[in-house]
């Protein structure tokens, strides 16, 4: 009998008309999944089958961030616009319209008790919604960037956020503060999670380690080494054993104390999303243009404790493996001594709460918010027969005890590798509209661009093409040194371009040092090298405190032709050079260019502030054009042009 795999792809499949934007696993059952993206819908999937069961439609920009409740009975939905919108999945109708937040929401989690739900945004702020009142209860603020990722503790008491400005925060709901801050990662922290059991945190950062945190001392348990890539989710064992760590095409599992990699798979998840755990098999599901893959992982096979690597030591060659007698499990306090989360509901029968959250005046919603429309909030039922079985009936009474989830098949190990489920065009649910292909190279790209691999290759001599194109063609042998000499062709040029990079980043880097950064961004932009001026560029947006009028003049022009570039990390990078110039000096210049200087007297400085005012506007006028083209374009990159859009429409204002 052929063994089985440890891990395997289990579908992949075309989720939405536009790109994918989020997705989030049902971490109750494992079975369910939902996806957000950028045709605005939020589409219902049972993990496993290609067919979407229901969509959700209603939201006016691109879905951003999506989550289950925690019986998986709701799902809330978070827009670019910064709108939260939550539907009743047995029901098919919508719940909630929320808003609030001033820019796209980049995580959500629901309160352990149910009737709470929390934000975070790209605004900085994190929110706390009543579902049932309708409103904001309270804002928490204290995140100098986006915040990525929020969760509640298993009692419900606190809410643990981490930032893109790689920051770790603790806040109390029921005093309305922060509690604390965990310092020590130094990149941005992508995910965090509380131990189901033990007062102990875990996060996982773009710096590529995970750190472990001790809730009643607040001090750091232990840290990872840093791994080949960074950290996008992470996820604890429903038994807390061990913390499962996703990353780009690799699944680590994590022990605390020591802090250390347990096991480790190779995966071609590529930049994975989410992961869960259901019937002894880990679910993993990344998203890619408009499809979404899922992998499946057998934790039959993994090592998910320190004791399982004694056991495998003590079994190896030369011992003789002796019965371990079976004891009761041991709760998770009593193996380390920390104390455990009480996650039973507090009674409600006194006419005074125990621990009352603290509030704050419902802020009046923001004009530039999406209004709440139901008219517009449709549940389209796609597949009626998997939307009975998996979301309706789930409060229903039965005499019999409820059917128990089979882990999904593994493929031999023989077994070629799996082919995607396609699904037929009959059976296709989701409308799919024409996707323009994007003159852009990705940034994430696994081959080279524009770059004929044949060219490094030896030659095949005309004489060994063969007349029968069915045969092989019989390609003389060469020598090493003619391989070696094929291959090595175009290297010196290679080095070349390489070394003249290396020469004018030294030289702009010389006279940074020397305190004159005005004159380094001139020779930069003399060098007439993109790549310097993107090197210049991302340092720059690292300090905030460097730009002046004076770089504006000069960087604008390089700004827009990198933006006109097909490389997308060139984009990124000129698009974020832009908001800083729009979020420093645009009331500037529209202030000048609106009212020149009057003829009556001298100020030689105003004149000269006019001057360069009116540079940056024509600069400016000049980019809005080329973004008004590119802002259609699909995915992040598509969404940060209509963002750099309505920020240059304020020039007109």
């Not at 080949?228 to 990353?247: T, V, Y």
């Not at 500037?588 to 609106?594: D, F, H, L, S």
Request: aromatic share 6%.
């Amino acid at each position: 009998m052929a063994a089985t795999k440890r891990a395997w792809k289990l579908q992949e499949f075309v989720a939405h008309g536009s790109a994918v934007n989020c997705l989030a696993l049902g971490y109750k059952s494992g079975r369910v999944m939902v996806t957000g993206g950028e045709d605005k819908k939020v589409n219902m999937w049972a993990v496993g089958k290609p067919n979407c069961i229901m969509s959700l439609s209603g939201h006016t920009s691109p879905v951003e961030c999506v989550r289950f409740g925690n019986a998986e009975e709701l799902v809330v939905a978070g827009s670019q616009s910064g709108s939260l919108k939550i539907w009743d999945l047995e029901a098919a109708k919508i719940v909630r319209t929320l808003t609030g937040h001033k820019s796209n929401i980049r995580s959500l989690d629901f309160h352990p008790y149910g009737e709470f739900v929390a934000s975070g945004s790209m605004d900085t702020n994190i929110k706390l919604w009543d579902v049932r009142r309708k409103g904001c209860i309270f804002t928490y603020k204290g995140h100098t960037d986006g915040v990525n990722c929020i969760r509640f503790s298993p009692d419900g008491r606190w809410i643990a956020s981490a930032g893109e400005d790689s920051s770790l925060k603790m806040w109390d709901l029921t005093a309305g503060k922060m509690i604390q801050e965990f310092k020590g990662h130094t990149g941005p922290v992508t995910g965090v999670e509380f131990h189901p059991n033990e007062f102990l945190l875990a996060s996982g950062s773009a710096d590529r380690t995970v750190k472990f945190w001790d809730l009643e001392t607040f001090q750091l348990v232990s840290s990872t080494g840093a791994e080949s890539g960074a950290i996008r989710c992470i996820f604890f064992h429903p038994d807390g054993k061990c913390l499962f760590g996703g990353s780009q095409d690799a699944l680590r599992v994590f022990a605390w104390e020591p802090g250390r990699c347990l096991d480790a798979f190779s995966m071609g998840w590529g930049k994975v999303a989410d992961i869960s755990v259901a019937s002894s098999q880990l679910i993993g599901a990344s998203f890619s243009q408009t499809n979404v893959s899922v992998y499946i992982v057998d934790l039959n096979t993994v090592t998910c404790s320190p004791s399982q690597i004694k056991r495998a030591q003590m079994s190896g060659p030369g011992m003789v493996s002796q019965p371990v007698p079976s004891e009761p499990a041991k709760p998770p306090m009593s193996a380390s001594g920390r104390r455990t989360f009480i996650t039973e509901r507090p009674p409600t029968s006194s006419t005074k709460k125990a621990s009352e959250m603290k509030t704050e005046p419902e802020e009046e919603p923001s004009a530039s918010n999406e209004p709440e429309d139901d008219s517009s909030n449709v549940a389209q039922i796609e597949n009626p027969e998997d939307y009975k079985e998996v979301f309706q009936g789930r409060t229903k009474i039965e005499r019999t005890p409820p059917r128990k989830l089979e882990p999904f098949p593994a493929p031999p190990e023989d077994q070629s590798k799996a082919k995607p489920y396609k699904q037929p065009a009959r059976e296709q649910k989701v409308k799919q509209e024409p996707i323009k292909p994007a003159a852009i190279v990705p940034a994430d790209r696994n081959k080279p661009a524009d770059l004929n691999m044949a060219e490094f290759l030896p030659k095949r001599p005309d004489s060994a093409v063969s007349a029968d194109p069915r045969r092989p063609p019989e390609v003389p042998e060469q020598s090493e040194d003619e391989v070696l000499s094929s291959v090595h062709k175009g290297h010196e040029s290679m080095c070349a371009v390489l070394g003249n990079r290396h020469r004018n980043l030294e030289i702009v880097r010389a006279l940074w040092t020397s305190g004159d950064i005005k004159t380094s961004v001139d020779s930069a932009v003399g060098m007439k090298d993109l790549s310097v001026m993107v090197d210049l560029l991302n340092v720059l947006i690292l300090k905030h405190s460097l730009w002046t009028l004076d770089l504006c003049t000069v960087l604008l022009p390089q700004i827009h032709e990198l933006m006109a570039s097909k490389y997308e990390s060139y984009c990124h990078t000129a698009c974020n050079a832009l908001k800083i110039v729009l979020r420093s000096f645009s009331s500037i210049i529209k202030t000048n260019v609106k009212a020149p200087p009057s003829g009556h007297g001298v100020d030689i400085s105003r004149e000269e502030r006019y001057k360069k005012c009116k540079v940056c506007h024509g600069h400016l006028m000049a980019i809005r054009g080329l973004v008004e083209k590119k802002q259609s374009m699909a995915g992040k990159l598509g969404s940060t042009f209509r963002e750099l859009q309505i920020m240059l429409n304020g020039l007109d204002d």
